[in-house]
């Protein structure tokens, strides 16, 4: 990105570590709690999502996977706290980059990130240690071949096109199609500009000569402007 792309960016250092609910990921992912029954689904990266919480309650097999599980409660907790923060202050000025339909003013989009940080703090002392959330680091991941029916991969891939190489890119997409029976779906396509990742199309011919087939699909979810479409994978 030039200077003035980057000064137009929403502002991340290193990577956000903030969450979304279980609501939220159905409709990224244009999904009804029914199509997860019976299944198994990983959500990668995970961060500090209410998804693999609420689905555990609702007796959905859900895990979530993270190099950030590599720490204990009290540090993600601090972590967490501080990049709600450090989100909730930039969005009134950064306005311009999101479409306001779904949540409909900064405040609600604030509550919906506090209400998933909080059932994610709530969960992750107890879900470490039953092994729903574990520790990952892409492109690698610690599960065999074919562990999961649906793969879910959320707010890495793409958004942070500016300092993740198109190799890793490449490298995680095949990595998150291994583990998956059935689909792999990724959102959003754009970076933290709002601009469509430049090297999608190299992406989607990468993808297809490895056999699988990859395609664009509506989703019902725009938050981060233009951000109406995912990548899904079918395996």
Do not use: N
């Not at 994610?120 to 492109?139: C, K, N, W």
Request: glycine share 6%; aromatic share 12%.
């Amino acid at each position: 990105m030039s200077e003035t792309d980057t000064a137009d960016a929403f502002e991340v250092t290193d990577f956000a570590v903030i969450g979304r609910t279980f609501e939220e990921y159905l409709t990224i992912f244009d999904l009804e709690p029914a199509d997860l029954e019976g299944k198994r689904v990983l959500d990668c990266p995970s961060g500090t999502d209410s998804f693999v919480a609420t689905a555990h309650e609702r007796g959905l097999s859900v895990t979530g996977a993270d190099v950030l599980y590599r720490h204990p409660p009290a540090a993600v907790a601090h972590r967490l706290r501080a990049d709600v923060d450090a989100v909730a202050e930039q969005l009134p000025d950064k306005r311009h980059l999101f479409e306001w339909e779904y949540y409909g003013s900064v405040d609600r989009r604030v509550a919906f990130l506090e209400r998933a940080s909080e059932r994610f703090l709530a969960d992750y002392p107890s879900g470490r240690l039953e092994g729903r959330y574990a520790f990952a680091e892409l492109p690698e991941l610690p599960f065999a071949s074919d562990s999961f029916s649906l793969v879910l991969s959320a707010h890495l891939l793409f958004l942070y096109g500016d300092r993740l190489e198109y190799e890793f890119h490449i490298e995680s997409l095949r990595e998150l199609a291994r583990v998956a029976t059935d689909e792999v779906r990724v959102y959003p396509l754009q970076g933290l500009d709002a601009e469509p990742y430049e090297r999608l199309d190299e992406v989607l011919e990468t993808l297809r000569a490895d056999g699988y087939d990859a395609t664009l699909t509506e989703t019902p979810f725009e938050f981060l402007t233009g951000s109406t479409e995912m990548l899904v994978l079918s395996v």
